[in-house]
């Protein structure tokens, strides 16, 4: 067996203890995600060869394999380092080989590392090396220190007494314990378990008064930092406002490490001691400070990016308004506000702009041309941007509306990262001679008929449903809401002959080179007939075509498995479910009733499951539907659309905007969100705020408190709700509870941290 296969035997086995999947999980996971597979393609299409893995679980195993490959590979380059300084042994080989962190790793290999020149260093070229090493020993009970370093004075080398060569052993000494594996992974947990982050303002910052006030004097335990905090106090750290510092604990750590280097007593315990300390302040300390800060900020980052990941999700996944001819409009005042309209599939039709806002003499202009582009394009429904002037196009809209015997809906839509959108290439091809405003009103009238389609065309930073998306690591986020935007669109599907390439370019396996050259293979030939039409795409292979089809439709297409997620590499099979029927395949997939005469037993082979059977036969029963839910929109009341308008004790209709790890963001119609804290999320208690609302979700929500000067609005949903009362404080969780802080205690034990259970 070759040393690469070797390798991946062993990424396995870590991979399968770590995640507790059964071995041919895991085995057939790595298999496929060798070669090629994404794991959309995996979870949905590969089901018998993964035990019915879900993304997610597929998603951990793509992790670590991507982890323990890097782990295997720095091995490699470590055991090479040592064993070309001839110091490799068969114990230490074997201890860096069954490791399975790189934090141990790196600690293994700390004492072999290429060092800058050190006080160690130094002390081992003026020959006091055997001195440290008798002082190790701890061997002589009696006599003096200073009478056993006097064979080691040597002016010419620079030790003029016994003094400078006991204080030059004792720097070789705190070096070999710094460079101790065990006594750093000693340091390193006591600290995570027991130390303080800590924050004070900076000196020149003190009179200042500035958004980190509350971080000016904050100490909390280290290991349970929550994430939002944690970004917030590194921002201001950032800004020159805040100083942070992790604060040990010292004598427990001074003991711990006195009592690995003093063994036995011995004339040296008292310098030995003083190397202890020395060891950990100079060369200890500073390190595992910067390492758990580093460590504390990573677990930080990943709990922001699980919430802005989650919130993305539900975002792209709002039920769409469907195939309706929509007016969007992107208000404004001074500026007039732009009208788009779009027909049923988003084709651009028209576009104007009104002034209703600037003067009385403009009003009758403006309702006269947004009556005719109503009319004229015979719009269904009208998407109004949620920006500054919204309230006001929104109410000038009804109202012009009902004058004229109308009844079309007004709905607000979000329109967070539409001017990114009309900035970008993307806009710039598809509307190369619209002005950047009227690209935003098309953008908002099309994320009215479907937001996935068009909100994949827009960094997911700027959608503007995360915390601290600047603060965290960028290529994690990225990494992470790609994966998001992936899952997403090929849970829905994508219609063919309709799809932007922006579109497409999400879709398993096409890439954005591939979805260009799939619209302009459309742009030139004409819509698809059917999927095999794919294979007929400069550079679309029969691989991408695997992972690719099933998650494309052709509405309407020679085949009528084309509008499904069927993979046409099962179509025999419905073929043979259709032809024991004594139907045709159209029939079949018309009929219900012949649908659920089907016995998928008869069907189960070597390579097609029940898992498989069972996904023919559900999406048999609705070919072609979109998953996602029924549109439904927020009603806001037309007599609140500013601060001052509110007042405390009103319900109100909104819609979820953010969720963060301390509560959810709700836009109530007023330009100003208000926050729920998620004391007030439910009536039970709720850990996570995911678990209780989501982006895009109706509300009804309770008036707390209004701070129009700060602008600030504080709601309920748990007082909103019928019988809706304060939670009673027996019913608040245990300490231990809320210990986790976001942080992920479970991998943290993974990752060679002790964690305490109080």
Sequence with gaps: MSQRSDALVKITTFIIEETGLKPFQVENTVELLKEGATVPFIARYRKERTGELDEVQIRTVEERLAYFTELEERKVTVLKSIEEQGKLTPELKARIEGSRQKTEVEDLYLPYKP??????????ERGLEPLADIMAAQELTSGTPEEAALPFVDPAREV?????????????????????ADARAFVRRLTWDDGIFASRVASDKKEAVTKFEMYYDHREPLKSVPSHRMLAMRRGEKEEVLLLAVEAPVAEIHAGLKARLVVRESIF?????????DAYKRLVAPSIEVELRLEAKKLADEA?????AQNLRNLLLAPPAGGKRVLGIDPGLRTGSKLAAVDATGRFLEHVTIYPHTGEGRVAGAKKDFLRLVETHNIEMIAVGNGTAGREIEQFAKETLAEAGKRV??????????????????????????????????????????????????????????????????????????DVVESCVNFVGVDLNTASWALL?????????????????????????????????????????????????????????????????????????????????PQLAADQALVERIDLKRYVTGAVGLPTLRDIVAELKKPGRDPREEFRTAAFRDDIRELS?????????????????????VDIGVHQDGLVHVSH???????????????????KVKVLAVDVARKRISLSIREAMEGGAPRPKSERPPREEQGSGGLDLAKLEKAGFRVKKR
């Design 304 to 308: 922001a990016i699980r919430v802005f």
């Design 269 to 277: 315990r008292p310098i030995l001691e003083r190397v202890a300390e």
């Design 115 to 124: 060092k800058r020149r050190t006080k160690a260093t130094i002390a081992r």
């Design 409 to 482: 809906p007004v709905v607000m839509v979000s329109e967070a990262g539409a001017s990114v959108y009309s900035a970008s290439e993307i806009a710039r091809e598809e509307f190369p001679d619209l002005d950047l405003t009227v690209r935003g009103a098309i953008s908002i009238a099309r994320r009215l008929q479907d937001p996935l389609a068009e909100l994949v065309k827009i960094d997911p930073k700027s959608i503007g449903v995360g915390q601290y998306q600047h603060d965290v690591d960028q290529k994690a986020l990225k990494k992470a809401l790609d």
């Design 505 to 585: 370019s999400y879709v398993s396996g096409v890439g954005q080179s591939l979805a260009k050259a799939i619209v302009a293979r459309r742009d030139a030939e004409g819509p698809f007939a059917s999927r095999r039409g794919l294979l007929k795409v400069p550079r679309f292979g029969e691989k991408a075509f695997e992972q690719a089809v099933g998650f494309l439709r052709i509405r309407n297409g020679e085949h009528p498995l084309d509008n499904t997620a069927v993979h046409p590499e099962r179509y025999p099979v419905v073929e043979a479910m259709a032809a024991d029927l004594g139907v045709s395949l």
């Design 681 to 699: 999320l439910a009536a039970r208690f709720v850990k996570d705020p995911n678990e209780a609302v989501r982006v895009g979700e109706v509300v």
């Design 645 to 665: 308008d509110l007042k405390e004790g009103m319900v109100l209709q909104g819609v979820v905007t953010n969720v963060t790890a301390f509560g959810a963001f």
């Design 160 to 180: 003029p007494d016994a003094a400078a060569a006991l204080e030059g052993a004792g720097h070789i000494l705190a070096e070999r314990l710094a460079d101790d």
